[in-house]
């Protein structure tokens, strides 16, 4: 910080609770499910304090960019390097070539400040979980450094020409990023998400922070009500909020107001909660924050790829085991790397020389390995063959883009002479439903030459006509009623399938459906749950391959789809309709079928099949006569 600012305890408390939620909520502990606006709240921080020092010293004669740019350097680069580095030792000794590939991007992108637009670009729906991704978090600094490349010269700007507009000028802006980030969030929502412009308004919160916009709260009573009330928002939104929310929607205001309060409270003078966050174990989170931040992601990552073998330990050890390492390396990171930079036992000219020379090595790094595929040599041929599958091209067996969208889209995109044509010499059997079912779509076609197989499918929609769960997913819902009020009662199906990624608060949704469904579809079948496991299949493959354990893949099957298996197949025996279990048609007692006859892997991820899964599925289906 500037010496021009005072410091502030309650602030680092501030940035221990951030941290520890997003922590927390990457650990996938109960009551954390909202965790990810800790991020919002590093950013209202980071506005207030460093809008702050640009402020106080533009107001003083005392602001040079050079000077600003090396604080940020300070600040950012050496942790960052370092945790760049520590990942990829890691990812050389644990990921598979196209890992190793797509690791050395995203580390390209963390270098050059840009991982929010490589993210965003790579935020498709069937990427979003097909392998680890130990750097994504870093999406978050490159907002910051892309706003705050830009933010100093307009502050410069503003107080010389209109030095007493200034403020409203922020609040301009403030409210147009906004308004960019409300309706970012209903119709780009990955766009609104990652990108600066919907993004800065939390900085910009902070901004006004800074300039000191909002009644000053002189009163005890008013700081404790003020901060009170910012501790209950952001514990609303660390308790109510999960990944279904819409974010960064209207939701995101909540702990953004919540973390301003605290700070603005802390203004005037303490308060009760201005005391608690000044304690010592939270300024000592606080002041690893960074560090913490950097370091924790890549470690959960990496844990989940064997770096740190804790198989057969319950989870609350393992959990525990991954805090107490997380905050041990950033303590190591915070006394060993940070605080030589930011305490200028460093000077600026070695400063500009250790990151050129970090930056232009990791980078030389990253584009050799990417070069060269990833070194697939490193692996046995039939280890990199699995491996091979974790780049593979779901379009074919989808037919995405024409019966299958992955993105925003109406129902009017699908072709309707492709994708629905009617055929009154066969009989005409509709898929619907979300990936899963799409990925049917392929081996049915090829095993049952007889039958027409129409589709309409799209990613996360689920096959109901229940128009309330389709309340934030518009396009879902447009899709789901054209089939079921449009198409359905003009065109008398001979079956109706119905497929999806289903989780238990799917079963309430469906005896309605199904209902519906029988009075317009000679027959309806509904399929369950896809065998799944807990690392895209083809990675479990590799790794069975490598430790020579036939048993490996088993071991790692998600085992809670056991039961919705048989919920399902007891609901579908209620309703009436035909029911398909993967889980029956795939796994026996002890294994399951993981690849085709030429080794080829069933599914290129979690849970979408390959043409080869797509294939044997179908023919399953055909010999065991599953199908009306």
């Known amino acids: 910080m500037s010496a021009h600012l005072k410091y502030r305890a309650d602030i680092n408390g501030l940035r221990a609770i951030a941290v520890l939620s997003v922590l927390f909520d990457h650990l996938g502990l109960p009551w954390f499910g909202g965790g990810y606006f800790g991020v919002d709240v590093f950013f209202v921080i980071s506005g207030f304090l460093i809008s702050g020092i640009i402020l106080t010293e533009v107001k003083a004669g005392d602001f040079s960019l050079a000077r600003f740019y090396e604080r940020r350097v300070r600040r950012i680069f050496p942790a960052l390097a370092a945790t760049l580095l520590g990942s990829l030792v890691l ?8 890992e190793m590939k797509s690791f050395c991007k995203s580390l390209l992108a963390a270098v050059f400040c840009v991982s929010n637009l490589f993210f965003w670009g790579k935020d498709g729906y069937f990427q979003a979980l097909s392998m680890p991704k130990p750097l994504l978090h870093t999406w978050s600094l490159a907002v910051e450094e892309q706003f705050y490349f830009a933010f100093p010269l307009f502050l410069m700007l503003a107080y010389h020409l209109v030095r007493k507009k200034i403020d409203y000028l922020v609040i301009t802006l403030f409210v147009f990023s906004l308004a960019v980030g409300l309706l970012g969030a209903y119709y780009r929502g990955a766009a609104a998400f990652y990108l600066a412009p919907a993004r800065a308004r939390e900085l910009l919160l902070g ?23 910012g501790l209950a928002m952001i514990g609303f939104s660390l308790v109510y909020f999960s990944a279904d929310t819409l974010y960064p929607g209207i939701a995101s205001i909540v702990p953004c107001l919540g973390a301003a309060l605290i700070i603005e409270a802390g203004r005037s003078g303490d308060s009760f909660v201005g005391s608690l966050l000044a304690t010592r174990p939270m300024v000592f989170i606080g002041l690893i924050s960074y560090s913490l931040y950097l370091w924790h992601w890549p470690i959960i990552v990496f844990h989940r790829v064997g770096f740190l073998p804790t198989d057969g330990y319950p989870a609350y050890l393992d959990n525990a085991f991954l805090i107490g390492l997380s905050i041990l390396v950033a303590t190591l990171s915070w006394r060993f790397v940070e605080t030589p930079f930011r305490n200028k036992q460093v000077s600026a000219p070695t400063l500009y020389r250790f990151a050129l020379a970090g930056a232009a090595a990791l980078v030389i790094s990253a584009s050799a390995l990417w070069a060269t595929n990833g070194l697939p040599w490193r692996f046995q041929p039939q280890v990199a063959r699995a491996a091979s599958y974790l780049e593979y091209d779901p379009r074919p067996v989808s037919r995405a883009g024409t019966c299958f969208f992955e993105a925003e889209y109406s129902h009017a995109d699908i072709d309707p002479e492709v994708c629905l044509h009617f055929d009154p010499t066969r009989k005409n059997y509709l898929l619907i439903g979300d990936s899963h079912a799409a990925h049917l779509w392929y081996g049915l076609a090829k095993e049952f030459p007889e039958l027409n197989v129409m589709q309409a499918t799209a990613a996360g929609c689920k096959p109901t006509i229940d128009p309330a769960y389709h309340e934030d997913k518009r396009h879902c819902r447009r899709l789901m009623d054209y089939v079921a009020h ?5 065109h008398q199906v001979d079956a109706l399938l119905i497929e999806a990624v289903w989780r238990e608060e799917d079963l309430a949704l469906l005896p309605h459906t199904l209902e519906y469904a029988k009075r317009y579809a000679k027959n309806v079948v509904l399929f369950g749950p896809m065998v799944q496991y807990d690392a895209s299949l083809p990675r479990v493959l590799a790794v069975s391959l490598m430790k020579n354990d036939p048993q490996y893949p088993f071991q790692h099957r998600l085992p809670f789809l056991d039961e919705l298996d048989s919920q399902m197949a007891a609901l579908a025996q209620r309703a009436g309709v035909r029911y ?25 991820d979690y849970g979408h099949l390959t043409v080869e899964g797509s294939t044997l599925v179908a023919s399953f289906m055909r010999n065991h006569g599953e199908l009306p």
């Open 207 to 229: 901004a006004l922070l800074s300039l000191q916009v909002f009644p000053e709260l002189r009163s005890r009573f008013n700081r404790n009500l003020a901060s009170l009330l």
């Open 91 to 98: 990812a050389w000794i644990y990921y598979l070539p196209f």
């Open 580 to 604: 398909v279990s993967f889980n029956k048609m795939l796994c026996g007692p002890d294994r399951c079928e993981t690849s085709a006859a030429d080794g080829a892997p069933l599914m290129y």
């Open 486 to 490: 449009e198409y359905l009662p003009t």
